[in-house]
């Protein structure tokens, strides 16, 4: 069964940083969409960051180009999620969520990924930015 385990959330103030990491096991990892995604009480999830694994393409909300880094170390089957220049209204829930289709390229991370039903999800990891 596959299992994505998230660490790294914390509570800092705005301007801080955060390092969020998401560890994929009994997972297929090449050809797959992985990503980071957030909810705020009251809002809609959304996805934040997402990275191909085979070629380690990216994608990036544009609230958050600049300041987030995706990136993955495919060795340990590990995504993280380098959040810099945090804002009051970056707090949130963080998950991590892992594509169950496989994909010849990239760009299915910039678009169906993001709305696919069927990901696999962690458990999520709070964010707090305080101002």
């Known amino acids: 069964q596959v299992q994505l385990v998230e660490s790294g959330g914390g509570s800092v103030q705005a301007g801080g940083s955060l390092r969020l990491s998401c560890a994929a096991s009994d997972y297929t990892y090449r050809r797959r969409c992985m990503g980071w995604f957030r909810q705020a009480p009251g809002k809609e999830r959304e996805g934040v960051a997402t990275i191909y694994t085979s070629s380690s393409r990216t994608y990036y909300d544009d609230s958050v180009k600049g300041r987030f880094t995706i990136s993955q170390d495919s060795a340990v089957q590990t995504v993280y999620l380098l959040l810099n220049s945090l804002k009051p209204e970056d707090a949130a829930m963080y998950y991590c969520?892992?594509?169950?289709?496989?994909?010849?390229?990239?760009?299915?991370?910039?678009?169906?990924?993001?709305?696919?039903?069927?990901?696999?999800w962690g458990q999520g990891t709070q964010v707090t930015v305080s101002s």
């Open positions: 969520a892992a594509s169950t289709r496989f994909y010849s390229g990239g760009t299915a991370c910039s678009n169906e990924f993001l709305f696919a039903a069927d990901n696999y």
